[in-house]
């Protein structure tokens, strides 16, 4: 099948720095993108979403961008806070797959102070 | 008030055994899904159900077996239990089948041991 992302990278950031977390995806046809969180110990929480027809969508603290010519979606924080410490998620959804998402694997935000 | 809940959080047993993992939704929503998260972290979906019928099936061997009582329950019951199905399994739900802008919201997980 596709694959979305890499293999599990860390990054370092020191609190009150920006972060930017990437990932790339292979399948033209998907449509829309999101980004989740995971804390240890628990499950994944959705941070922001974009469809395929933006190109950058900002929520609190967030902003997620989009670039379709190379595949590419990244996540950025500002001010990154501890709590912003977890695994990261971009999931894609092929268009006409319904309710599937498709995960890649995650890139772990240490924050240090 | 947990949105999603699974039991038991933790499911350690010996190979060849049969287990059962629970899942409710007090969300109201249509649509569930089981996902499995393995060792490294990669999460990928195995079953989803909208409204107690089954719309979403990967491949998953037929030990696994998902059944909705009702569209607020899930629960994924294996049989024959191998190495390889250690992980953590975490149950969803959204709202309804579709997926844009149709957040899901997941369970604590249940990470399963097996011996």
């Known amino acids: 099948g596709e694959n979305v992302g890499l293999h599990l990278p860390t990054l370092s950031v020191q609190e009150g720095d920006n972060s930017i977390i990437n990932c790339a995806y292979s399948n033209s046809a998907s449509d829309y993108f999101i980004w989740y969180k995971q804390e240890s110990g628990k499950g994944p929480q959705f941070i922001i979403d974009?469809?395929?027809?933006?190109d950058k969508r900002q929520g609190q603290r967030v902003t997620v961008l989009l670039n379709k010519t190379v595949k590419h979606l990244s996540l950025q924080i500002a001010a990154t806070q501890p709590g912003d410490s977890a695994v990261y998620f971009c999931a894609e959804n092929i268009a006409g797959t319904a309710s599937k998402l498709t995960f890649g694997t995650g890139t772990r935000l240490q924050v240090t102070l | 008030d947990t949105a999603v809940s699974q039991t038991p959080k933790y499911l350690v047993t010996q190979m060849g055994n049969d287990k059962s993992i629970k899942c409710e939704q007090n969300?109201?929503?249509?649509?569930m899904y089981w996902y499995k998260q393995d060792s490294k972290k990669f999460l990928k979906i195995m079953f989803s159900?909208?409204?107690?019928?089954?719309?979403i099936n990967e491949t998953v061997p037929n030990r696994f077996s998902p059944k909705s009582p009702d569209k607020a329950h899930l629960n994924l019951h294996i049989n024959s239990l191998e190495l390889g199905d250690s992980a953590v399994y975490f149950c969803?739900?959204?709202?309804?089948?579709?997926?844009?802008?149709?957040?899901?919201?997941f369970g604590p997980g249940t990470r399963l041991t097996v011996l």
């Open positions: 969803a739900s959204s709202l309804m089948v579709s997926v844009s802008y149709n957040e899901q919201f």
């Open positions: 159900y909208n409204n107690k019928e089954l719309i």
């Open positions: 969300l109201g929503h249509d649509t």
């Open positions: 974009i469809r395929s027809n933006m």
